[in-house]
């Protein structure tokens, strides 16, 4: 896939988040665009470009929609990142970060950072009863954690901080974790009620039709009409 096509990048995962420390991997992440001929054929192309070395993840356009208008908090925090993380910014990429109130509404924030955090919080049960390296198992209690505290703020206000206040405070919980699994229980027991006795500053539904237009702004903006061959 040629980088002509890409949308927006950044990095994003710990070095985002404030949380690197040496050795940490520098994880990337973008959407992009294909050219809209190749949507028209018997076989649609691909949605997803994965590489390593470096470590980056791309989403097609549509796609990248689809799951940010889900709540996704991967793909949301790429609308979210400090200006100097972003490493591609094209005029289609700064108006899906001006659209990024739009994506979100309430109940799915809600059931997305909730079900995230609740998925590694599984994972950290199970890796410690397991033979996982414990820098590992402090991970899943540190994203535990991070997904609690910025999903509760982006549904509560509206808005997402990507850089976490306190790295040090995170990497404690991460260790006291990977010690005691149970000792990250009480925190997202905690959230889980301030989501459900907090007013949220976010609608009752995104509004998919603002995504919508910028997709076919998107489609018209590459899109080569094919040339008809001579008779």
């Given at each position: 896939?040629?980088?002509?096509?890409?949308?927006?990048?950044?990095?994003?995962?710990?070095?985002?988040?404030?949380?690197?420390?040496?050795?940490?991997?520098?994880?990337?992440?973008?959407?992009?665009?294909?050219?809209?001929?190749?949507?028209?054929?018997?076989?649609?192309?691909?949605?997803?470009?994965?590489?390593?070395?470096?470590?980056?993840?791309?989403?097609?356009?549509?796609?990248?929609?689809?799951?940010?208008?889900?709540?996704?908090?991967?793909?949301?925090?790429?609308?979210?990142?400090?200006?100097?993380?972003?490493?591609?910014?094209?005029?289609?990429?700064?108006?899906?970060?001006?659209?990024?109130?739009?994506?979100?509404?309430?109940?799915?924030?809600?059931?997305?950072?909730?079900?995230?955090?609740?998925?590694?919080?599984?994972?950290?049960?199970?890796?410690?009863?397991?033979?996982?390296?414990?820098?590992?198992?402090?991970?899943?209690?540190?994203?535990?954690?991070?997904?609690?505290?910025?999903?509760?703020?982006?549904?509560?206000?509206?808005?997402?901080?990507?850089?976490?206040?306190?790295?040090?405070?995170?990497?404690?919980?991460?260790?006291?974790?990977a010690a005691d699994p149970s000792a990250a229980e009480p925190l997202l027991r905690h959230y889980e009620d301030a989501f459900?006795?907090?007013?949220?500053?976010?609608?009752?539904?995104?509004?998919?039709?603002?995504?919508?237009?910028?997709?076919?702004?998107?489609?018209?903006?590459?899109?080569?009409?094919?040339?008809?061959?001579?008779?």
């Open positions: 896939m040629s980088e002509r096509y890409v949308l927006l990048s950044g990095v994003v995962g710990s070095t985002a988040y404030g949380l690197a420390r040496e050795g940490s991997d520098i994880d990337r992440l973008g959407l992009y665009a294909v050219p809209t001929e190749e949507l028209h054929g018997l076989r649609q192309p691909k949605e997803s470009h994965v590489s390593t070395a470096p470590d980056r993840t791309l989403h097609e356009a549509a796609k990248w929609c689809r799951l940010a208008l889900g709540g996704n908090p991967t793909v949301m925090e790429l609308v979210w990142l400090p200006d100097e993380l972003y490493e591609v910014r094209t005029p289609l990429g700064d108006e899906l970060i001006a659209l990024r109130s739009s994506l979100l509404c309430a109940h799915r924030v809600r059931d997305a950072y909730l079900g995230y955090a609740t998925q590694q919080f599984r994972k950290l049960t199970h890796r410690a009863e397991g033979t996982a390296p414990l820098a590992r198992v402090a991970k899943h209690a540190r994203h535990l954690r991070r997904l609690c505290v910025q999903g509760f703020e982006l549904y509560a206000t509206g808005t997402l901080t990507v850089r976490v206040d306190d790295p040090d405070a995170y990497h404690a919980f991460g260790e006291r974790g459900a006795h907090t007013r949220s500053a976010l609608p009752a539904r995104p509004d998919e039709s603002a995504a919508d237009a910028w997709l076919r702004r998107v489609r018209a903006h590459f899109y080569t009409p094919a040339h008809p061959t001579a008779a």
